[in-house]
């Protein structure tokens, strides 16, 4: 007889129209979820239809507020004293779930959090540089002893006490783009979100840096991390990361000369305080 699990996990997931993703991320978690945490900014498509199907999910609404604010809020939602945080477009893979089958099973834990690597999938191949990987962070983590922080929507989960952190075996599987054409989609709608943040702190437009940062963010990218080792998307990883930093400045340009008050693909309800 196998040994039961001496303790249970909450998976939290935030969504928005995430119909293409939704199913195969709850196959990935449900042999190791007790309950499954989904905080949904009022999908318009067939999230939630997809989701409820499974017996654990846990289906709640709630304005979109930003990413850190958002993840945080799902997480205290949980009603499990461990939470597996993950977006909708990640899955676990073999390794991760027997990982935190074991953890589950174990008697005594002395962490507080753990560590887990993850693996994204672009233009047709793995991305093991280009600073894609192994990027570990801190995923599973008891409740009450972390907290996501970060500048939306980069955001991340910090240890209240590091020390009592710990790795797990595995990957997370990253299905970040769909092709180059959602990644462009992606960095333009990203930027507009650290723009309009920065903007709202009293960051500054800056000529030089507007120049100099995407050309070292080009040579750090291909150069430092390897990026020249994933390949031509290696190389299409660190142009548009480049790309993507230019962007950043010339948002805040026009927000700073009062060309624009938000960029126009930012959602209107963002950054909100509901």
Known sequence: MSKQLSRRLSVAVITFNEEKNIEELLNSVSSVADEILILDSHSTDKTKDLAVKNPKV???????????????????????????SLDADERLNPVLQESIQNFLKKEE????????????????????????????????????????KGENPHDYLDLVHPERGGDLKGDILHYSFLDFSHQIQTINQFSSIVAFTR?????????????????????????????FMDGIPGLF?????????FLKYAKIYELENEMIE????????????K
């Open 58 to 84: 846990r289906f709640l609404s709630q304005d979109f507020q930003g990413h850190v604010e958002q993840k945080n809020l799902a997480m205290s939602f949980c009603k499990n004293d461990w939470v597996l």
């Open 109 to 148: 834990v002395l962490e507080e959090g753990f560590r887990v690597s993850r693996l994204t999938f672009h233009l047709g191949r793995w991305i093991r540089h280009s600073g894609w990987y192994p990027q570990k962070r801190y995923r599973l983590v008891k409740k009450g002893s972390a907290t996501w």
């Open 199 to 227: 903007f709202k702190k009293g960051k500054h437009f800056s000529v030089l840096k507007s120049l100099l940062k995407p050309i070292w963010k080009f040579f750090e990218i291909y150069l430092f991390k390897r990026g």
């Open 237 to 245: 990883i660190a142009l548009s990361s480049s790309f993507s930093t």
């Open 262 to 273: 938000r960029p126009s693909n930012l959602r209107k309800d963002y950054g909100e305080k």
